[in-house]
């Protein structure tokens, strides 16, 4: 594990409020229920629970999405998780989250990135860069990894990217309009789409033409494909030709075919890509 740990990484598929502290999400979860908005105990146990089902999975986060989700918590969970990624010695680090939405809050999609830009520039244990400017590959992995991150006596340095995701829940209009927010926050270092959420909730063919959109303005993409078995969809998006995919967990020797000669990489989550093989090489595509 310390080995494990000390080695110079790179992330490209940690969900924000899929990565929170369990500390974190304790604390948020006891102050809801003094508050008397949830019964702490049930909630406790479903927090500290292991090896969930892909159902459970995403009861889970609709419950962190009530324990995080208002501008200050957001700030807050974006901060720690940065910090604690480079903690572990990730060097570069794509975050990806879905920008929500919420009136009662006075939540725009708008608002709730601005809390994570808020929670990059609040990041003091360790040097960030999250500009716009290109990584450099050539100076940057190497150097940055085994000479800043690793021999303990440097600062560490982590470099951060965003990419905002669509909700397999949302319309077309509002995934247009996710679209349009990651252009506008070019500047602040988002770089790309991801389509993700529950994989058996919604119909591809509602996020096309926002998919479609971003691609035509030079967005990188990246989409959950094949998380569960659904050969109506795994050949469409292999087809629209993303930079990258997640999961490939469910797919037909045709699909892993097409997969290959497509040179499309896929993003594998060592925690819930349970039905992997092998993995015999690695190669890296980063975005920023
Ligand atoms: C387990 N495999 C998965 N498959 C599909 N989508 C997933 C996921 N894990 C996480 N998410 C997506 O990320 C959201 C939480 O982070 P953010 O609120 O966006 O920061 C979830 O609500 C879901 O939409």
Redo the contacts with the bound molecule.
């Keep these: 594990m310390k080995w494990w740990v000390s080695m110079p990484k790179i992330e490209l598929h940690a969900?924000?409020?899929?990565s929170i502290r369990d500390s974190t999400l304790l604390e948020l979860a006891r102050v809801l229920g003094e508050k008397g908005v949830i019964v702490f105990s049930d909630v406790e146990h479903v927090i500290m629970k292991n090896d969930r089902s892909?159902g459970e999975?995403?009861k889970l986060?609709d419950l962190i999405?009530i324990l995080t989700t208002d501008h200050k918590t957001v700030t807050r969970i974006t901060k720690e998780v940065v910090e604690d990624f480079a903690s572990e010695n990730v060097a570069y680090l794509e975050l990806?989250?879905?920008p929500k939405k919420n009136d009662s809050i006075g939540m725009s999609k708008h608002s709730y990135m601005e809390a994570v830009v808020e929670g990059l520039r609040a990041v003091s244990a360790v040097d960030i860069d999250f500009g716009p400017h290109k990584f450099n590959t050539q100076d940057s992995l190497n150097s940055i990894a085994m000479n800043d991150a690793c021999d303990g006596t440097k600062r560490k340095k982590i470099y951060v990217r965003l990419l905002l995701?669509i909700?397999r829940r949302e319309t077309t209009e509002a995934a247009i309009e996710t679209v349009k927010l990651a252009l506008e926050m070019r500047d602040l270092g988002v770089v790309g789409i991801d389509l993700?959420?529950?994989?058996v909730v919604g119909e591809w063919k509602t996020f096309l033409p926002a998919l479609k959109f971003a691609q035509k303005q030079g967005l990188y993409i990246t989409l959950?494909c094949g998380?569960v078995p659904n050969c109506q969809e795994v050949q469409p998006m292999l087809d629209f030709l993303p930079q990258r995919i997640g999961h490939a967990i469910f797919f037909e020797e045709e699909e892993w075919r097409q997969l290959k000669t497509s040179k499309i990489p896929v993003e594998i989550?060592l925690t819930?890509n349970i039905k992997t093989e092998s993995i015999s090489s690695i190669d890296i595509h980063h975005f920023g």
């Design positions: 969900h924000l409020n899929g892909l999975v995403f986060f999405h990806r989250t879905t995701s909700d993700s959420g529950n994989p959950h998380e989550c819930s």
